[in-house]
């Protein structure tokens, strides 16, 4: 980055989907709290996960990015948390059981609190109030009060994400992820449906040969790779104030770091190469996303390349692709086309959920399942037309038994969202739904 970076240059640029602070002098004494606060993660970890994530860019190992559509304050569970790790625990194993491609997997999770909305402010009858912008910004409940922008929820923002990492950082290191207790990790309603039963039989190969290793004398407790597993963290860098106050600069190489998560990504609404956020970040040294709508050109995509990774470091840069289910096939191709002939060193994922979003009948923000699978069909089909290689998926999902997308083996209807329908913003996948996008996303990484 050039020497005119700071962690508050991006004041200079224009910055999208930034609320309206109720108190701008709360908010300027609620940064200078942040700033003195410990930071979230440590750099290493996050050059680690470049690391990681170049093997991606270079087409040997595949991204699972996964988690809430946005975390909230009220939904704040010791349970919660294990529940949706479980999911991706078990997504990963399957994916790697079937594929034999190491999965490098990141949460959407302990920081994913803020939402862009395509409106500022939303109309109930002859009311209208401003949007809700993400537990980190206000509260959903349709009330003048409930709206209002409040600072001093960046600082609950900061408190619940570091005790999230910090059971992550327990379950995933503290024995929970061991491969021994694979089928640990099948919840009991999803272990008696037909992809909890599918599982167990992955589980039970692994079963297997954990068993024939340890006639070997290799067990899980004495292999770290077996008893240990990585999960890193992630969000949308939106509210760019709190990221500045989390960004520091690394004792050991002097870079800047955000550190307030491993990864961050910038979303399709405030991803303008003269704005803000894409200044912000290209200024950080973690690994980021990049979104990707259907309205991008190859130029855009080539600038974005150049501004956000000029030093073509691979892992780096992620592309997360949301073109839509219908558009994926025809709006894709030339984007990897030119990437590729740029030899710009990209991880691609696929972000299935947020091209197939609509308003059911019953009035719920709904997706079908068949449309994001079709979608990851539609990813796989152009990267293999461009010897490109599918680099991942980034998935909205909830450990929870939970009605919000339609179809799947449950065949979940309209009429039946309403029964668990909890999101604070978009549809999420449920458990059992989770698990059956693994097995097929499996079974087109299959060599
Ligand atoms: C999201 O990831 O929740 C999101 C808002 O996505 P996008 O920026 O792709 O619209
Ligand atoms: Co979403």
Same mark, same amino acid.
């Given at each position: ?173 503290? %024995? ?6 694979? *089928? ?77 998560? *491993? ?65 994926? %096939? ?13 030899? *710009? ?48 998926? *980034? ?53």
């Amino acid at each position: 980055m050039t020497t005119d970076w700071s962690p508050t240059s991006w004041h200079d640029f224009p910055a999208a989907q930034q609320p309206q602070w109720a108190d701008q002098a709360a908010f300027d004494a609620v940064i200078g709290t942040l700033g003195s606060l410990p930071p979230l993660v440590f750099a290493g970890e996050a050059r680690r996960l470049t690391a990681d994530l170049g093997k991606v860019a270079q087409g040997e190992a595949f991204l699972l990015q996964a988690g809430d559509c946005a975390e909230s304050f009220d939904a704040f569970s010791a349970d919660g948390i294990r529940d949706k790790l479980k999911v991706i625990l078990q997504m990963a194993v399957v994916l790697m059981y079937s594929s034999g491609v190491p999965v490098v997997k990141v949460g959407r999770i302990a920081g994913q609190f803020a939402k862009p909305r395509s409106a500022d402010d939303e109309t109930i009858g002859d009311v209208t109030l401003p949007s809700f912008r993400g537990h980190m910004v206000n509260d959903i409940a349709f009330t003048g009060e409930a709206r209002v922008a409040d600072p001093q929820r960046l600082i609950t923002a900061y408190h619940q994400s570091a005790s999230t990492l910090n059971l992550v950082r327990a379950f995933t290191k503290g %024995g929970f992820g061991d491969l021994s207790r694979v *089928h640990a990790w099948n919840q009991e309603f999803v272990a008696s449906s037909a992809e909890g039963q599918r599982y167990e039989e992955v589980a039970a190969g692994i079963e297997r040969a954990l068993q024939f290793m340890a006639a070997c004398g290799v067990t899980t407790e004495s292999t770290p790779q077996l008893h240990t597993v990585d999960v890193s963290t992630s969000h949308e860098a939106l509210i760019l104030g709190y990221e500045e106050a989390l960004t520091r600069r690394d004792s050991l190489t002097d870079e800047w770091y955000d550190c307030s998560a *491993h990864m961050l990504w910038i979303g399709e609404r405030t991803r303008q190469l003269d704005g803000a956020h894409v200044h912000f970040l290209a200024g950080v040294r973690n690994p980021i996303g990049c979104k990707i709508g259907p309205s991008v050109s190859a130029d855009e995509v080539l600038a974005l390349c150049e501004a956000l990774n000029p030093e073509r470091i691979p892992g780096r840069l992620t592309l997360i692709t949301r073109m839509g289910a219908d558009k994926v %096939g025809e709006r894709l191709p030339p984007l990897l086309r030119a990437v590729r002939d740029a030899g *710009h060193p990209v991880a691609w994922a696929c972000d299935p959920m947020h091209g197939n979003t609509f308003t059911a009948p019953s009035g719920r923000k709904t997706r079908h399942f068949d449309d994001v699978l079709r979608e990851i069909a539609g990813f796989f089909e152009a990267h293999r037309s461009c010897g490109t290689w599918p680099g991942g998926v *980034h998935i909205e999902l909830t450990g929870d038994n939970v009605t919000e997308c339609l179809g799947g083996a449950e065949e979940i209807l309209d009429a039946d969202l309403g029964t668990r329908y909890e999101t604070m913003c978009d549809p999420r996948l449920n458990a059992r739904q989770s698990l059956d996008l693994a097995f097929r996303v499996a079974e087109l990484l299959r060599p």
